[in-house]
């Protein structure tokens, strides 16, 4: 094969790769239209069935995957509005107040709990003190073991 032949077959080839992918970005671009009109998502996918074209090309061709990438962030649906900031601090005060409330009543639950127990050991004390006193001149009773049952 000489290298004119050669040339003249890559020449042709190039020709038909370049036609084959000018018919293919027309499909894409009618296809990006007919979406639009129908009010239907733009996404790759749906170019993709609707014109009849590999997602490779789509993504491979600049012009379409930023065409495509604008519409679909267009249709994308706007996220709620956050709560303005003034219920979101009311919130925060209550919600803060309620916790100082508890644990200054934990607290002085706590300290209610260690004055009784304070209580009860002087009382505990007190009342040994009397056994004792009262035992000098009496038998102090002895613990006896139960045997088993």
């Given at each position: 094969?000489?290298?004119?032949?050669?040339a003249?077959?890559?020449?042709?080839?190039?020709a038909?790769?370049?036609?084959?992918?000018?018919?293919?970005?027309?499909?894409?671009?009618?296809?990006?239209?007919?979406?639009?009109?129908?009010?239907?998502?733009?996404?790759?996918?749906?170019?993709?069935?609707?014109?009849?074209?590999?997602?490779?090309?789509?993504?491979?061709?600049?012009?379409?995957?930023?065409?495509?990438?604008?519409?679909?962030?267009?249709?994308?649906?706007?996220?709620?509005?956050?709560?303005?900031?003034?219920?979101?601090?009311?919130?925060?005060?209550?919600?803060?107040?309620?916790?100082?409330?508890?644990?200054?009543?934990?607290?002085?639950?706590?300290?209610?709990?260690?004055?009784?127990?304070?209580?009860?050991?002087?009382?505990?004390?007190?009342?040994?003190?009397?056994?004792?006193?009262?035992?000098e001149?009496?038998?102090?009773?002895?613990?006896?073991?139960?045997?088993?049952?």
């Open positions: 094969m000489t290298d004119d032949a050669r003249k077959r890559t020449q042709t080839l190039a038909a790769a370049k036609a084959k992918s000018q018919v293919k970005t027309q499909a894409a671009e009618k296809a990006i239209r007919t979406l639009v009109k129908r009010g239907e998502p733009i996404t790759f996918q749906a170019v993709q069935r609707e014109a009849g074209v590999s997602h490779a090309f789509l993504y491979n061709h600049p012009e379409l995957r930023g065409r495509i990438e604008r519409l679909r962030a267009q249709a994308r649906p706007v996220p709620p509005p956050t709560p303005p900031a003034d219920e979101q601090s009311t919130l925060v005060l209550t919600l803060t107040g309620q916790i100082t409330r508890l644990k200054k009543q934990h607290r002085e639950e706590v300290q209610a709990l260690r004055d009784a127990f304070e209580r009860a050991h002087g009382e505990n004390l007190d009342l040994r003190r009397e056994l004792a006193r009262r035992g001149g009496a038998a102090i009773p002895q613990a006896r073991t139960i045997g088993p049952c």
